[in-house]
Nanobody
């Protein structure tokens, strides 16, 4: 079992910055065997991927996040971050972190097995 807990959400004006934190824990968790990522969801819309790292720490960003958001992970502390700059009102959403088990003999993951409860980000225009 793996547990994830997000923090760092809040309300900021457009153009502002926020850093979200995801604490990852649990007896099953081994950072070499899991991908980790950030997602967001607005009521009435599907959850969308923001940024992720595979088990080899290769990064992937959604188009809207590239150049503004920065995903990173401290494997010694089992913490993942999402630094968000130049925030826009359309970035307003509930943000979730997730972990997915690595596919055998690859660095990729097939889906996301564990989710946090989410942290709200609100960007005022």
């Amino acid at each position: 079992q793996v547990q994830l807990a997000e923090s760092g959400g809040g309300s900021v004006p457009a153009g502002g910055s926020l850093t979200l934190t995801c604490s990852i824990s649990g007896p099953e968790y081994d950072y070499t065997q899991y991908c980790a990522g950030w997602f967001r969801q607005v009521p009435g819309k599907e959850r969308e991927e923001v940024a992720s790292l595979n088990a080899a720490h290769s990064l992937k960003y959604a188009d809207f996040a590239a150049g503004r958001f920065d995903i990173s992970k401290d494997n010694t502390k089992h913490i993942m971050y999402l630094k968000m700059n130049d925030l826009k009102p359309e970035d307003t959403a509930m943000y979730y972190c997730a972990a997915g088990r690595r596919i055998y003999m690859t660095w990729s993951c097939d889906g996301w097995n564990y989710w946090g409860q989410g942290t709200q980000v609100t960007v005022a225009s």
